[in-house]
């Protein structure tokens, strides 16, 4: 319905404006962006911890694992793609000094920058001052280490959860902008495919939701048949050569079946519950697409009698290419991808959108009363996003400047976190009372509960989860000393398992991280009873006894039963250490 009209500035400039015009480069800012992270993770830098924060050591666990030579889905079960792992991994290997946080969150640039910089040299040919309205949101949402979403906690802190959804949402913006600006069908067909594949390898559900994305881009003429060939015929050709080296795709693919096993049920009510919580983008996206389509209803509807009467790929084009299919496709997307989230930069991705149809609908519309209420909608859907972000950056790092740093022997740069005085002071006593009370939690526990609806988020629960790892470190350490034993490998029944990094051990094969019991924890198959059942030691976190943790006790105390002694380790931590190695 309306084409393409992207004003161009980059037409038979002067010559004396070349050496300017370099220095204003998109690419370039890009690029010293990009360039100028390095120099924060030189050093360790001390972050506000947050709620959930122990999600990023998921990341220090598969990164050690990755280390051993193990290969998710095929050595370990995981609740998500490969991919974030192994650019963790890179990047840890080069910036051991580096805050987890910001290593998990940056690492995506290595894959995003380059797609991004693909992007901004094709639209910035035609259209520079686009390139940077593309550019700006991107880096603001790349750097920027937060969700989108509401607190978790009253207190603001650092977001050390859902980094693999913000992964993903940021590859989804560079797929719309790909879609919605990039004109050489040979770039645009690169940038798909391996966006794709990054969305899929990252997660599977940002692969499902880029589909939508492509397919509308496709019915609307944007994406080219050949295009759309070529980036097909090269993202199966990838996949089956990954199947082919190392059976990974057929591996992946099972895990993603067993996570679709335990979560089966409840799509709509997740999709309700998506639409919920991101209300603000999806209404305003609604009342967008419902101005647009009142504003062209005749020119559309003239489009649809010229499909039907005379069809031909052009005309069915004409149809799909108006904003608001557009509008309900992104939101399709973007409330199918949200469905399985916990923290997010949820629908970021609508901002090259609403840049496309602002610049068309100011050439269709003109600048009048039509095109204010286009352009108020627009800005209801992006505005709110881009502030949320920079107002949680900027409450969690203003107001680290009252913090106190975590104290830690063993933690190396899990030890860089703050809080407030008054929460290492509640940790304190909660763990006094972890300890003094362990029977009643474990009856709370027994009961389906935990002794906290907000515990996970609570910052002094992170805390004393990081004091409790070190003390049981320093227990692990007198344990061998005192027995004259060395464990290889230890296990934590807990949701992620920092000690073999920690104390440059091995990890087990087979056992899932991200150890999620309720969620993201198949049943034990034999491979898993046999790792299990040899593994060296199998630490069990007792402050507090909760019911994941009772959970995943439930689950692997029996495999541990026959071959395993449980020992105190510390107040706060039991052992089943291996009998065999005692017997020695």
Known sequence: MMALNIPSDAVRRPRSHS????????????????????????????????????DTYVYIDAANRLADGQIPSLDFFAPVGALGYYLFRILLSVFPLGHPLLIASWSLLLVSAPLMALVLYDVDKHARRVAFALLVPFLLFS?????????????????????????????????????????????????????????????????????????????????????????????????????????LVSAYAADILALVEINEGGLIQRLMQAASLNFGPVLSAIVMAAA????????????????????????????????????????????????????????????????????????????????????????????????????????????????????????????????????????????????????????????????????????????????NVDRAISGVQDFEAAHGVHFNTIMNIDFTNPFPYLMERSAPRFIAIGADPFRAVPPPDDRVKAAVAAVDLALYPTCPIGMTRLALLKLYEPLLTATHDRVPITPCFDGFVRKALLAR
Not at 42 to 50: D, Q, R
Not at 163 to 183: D, G, K, P, T, W
Request: overall charge positive; some cysteine; proline content about 4%.
């Open 19 to 54: 050496g300017r015009r370099a220095l204003l480069s998109p690419l370039l800012i890009l690029a010293l962006a990009v360039a100028a992270l390095p120099l924060l993770l030189l050093h360790t830098l001390t972050l506000p911890i947050g709620a959930m924060f122990f």
């Open 143 to 247: 750097l920027l280490p937060f969700n989108t979403g509401g607190d978790f906690f009253p207190y603001p802190g650092s977001d050390g959860f859902g980094i693999y959804n913000r992964q993903i949402c940021q590859l989804m913006y560079v797929l719309a902008a790909a879609l919605c600006f990039m004109r050489d069908p040979r770039r645009l067909a690169a940038a798909v495919c391996l966006t794709m594949l990054a969305l899929l390898f990252v997660k599977v559900t940002g692969a499902v939701a880029g589909t939508v994305m492509c397919l509308a881009a496709f019915l609307a003429g944007r994406l080219p048949l050949r295009a759309a060939i070529i980036a097909a015929v090269v993202f199966f050709a990838v996949i089956a050569g990954l199947e082919l080296w190392l059976g």
């Open 292 to 467: 647009l389509l009142i504003f062209t209803a005749r020119g559309w509807i003239g489009a649809i009698g010229a499909a039907v009467t005379r069809p031909s790929a052009k005309r069915l084009a004409q149809v799909f290419d108006h904003p608001a299919v557009w509008l309900g496709a992104f939101t399709i997307a973007g409330l199918i991808f949200e469905s399985q989230n916990t923290g997010s930069q949820a629908f970021i991705f609508f901002f090259p959108l609403v840049l496309m149809i602002l610049i068309e609908s100011r050439a269709v519309l003109g600048a009048g009363a039509r095109f204010g209420v286009v352009l108020v909608a627009g800005l209801a859907i992006c505005l709110p996003l881009a502030v949320r972000i920079v107002e949680r950056s900027a409450r969690a790092y203003l107001g680290a400047f009252q913090n106190e740093r975590l104290v830690g022997t063993h933690l190396k740069t899990m030890a860089a976190v703050s809080a407030r005085p008054f929460f290492f002071l509640r940790a304190e006593r909660m763990n006094h009372a972890y300890v003094a009370h362990r029977e009643t939690f474990q009856d709370i526990s027994e009961n389906g509960e935990l002794s906290s609806f907000l515990m996970f988020s609570d910052f002094d629960y992170q805390i004393t989860w990081l004091q």
